[in-house]
């Protein structure tokens, strides 16, 4: 039996949830994601430049309304690290007898 090794740049929970939330979007909304996660501003940005320095996500800025804005998504990297992180994760989990 050999144990999965978890990817530690998605493994830290906030880097999870904010990878879980995006997986399914191609674009959200900076202050979206971070009223989801219920975090600052700053903890959010963070954890975003530790997934962006991996290559995990993007940021792209403009303005709305005449606000500025910024908009996150997964990379097609990002997107594979993601779905390799959730197969390690059920492996892990399949050797819990139920």
């Not at 904010?18 to 979206?32: D, H, N």
């Not at 530790?50 to 804005?69: D, F, H, I, P, T």
């Amino acid at each position: 039996m050999s144990t999965p090794l978890l990817n530690e740049v998605i493994h830290a929970p906030n880097r999870l949830k904010i990878c879980a939330f995006l997986a399914p979007l191609e674009l959200a909304e900076f202050r979206v994601l971070r009223d989801e996660l219920d975090v600052s501003d700053s903890v959010l940005s963070k954890h975003v430049k530790q997934l962006e320095n991996a290559g995990y996500v993007r940021q792209r800025k403009g303005s709305a309304n005449g606000r500025k804005r910024s908009w996150l998504q997964l990379t097609a990297k990002g997107r594979r690290a993601f779905k390799q992180y959730v197969d390690e994760l059920r492996d892990l989990v399949s050797y819990v007898d139920p």
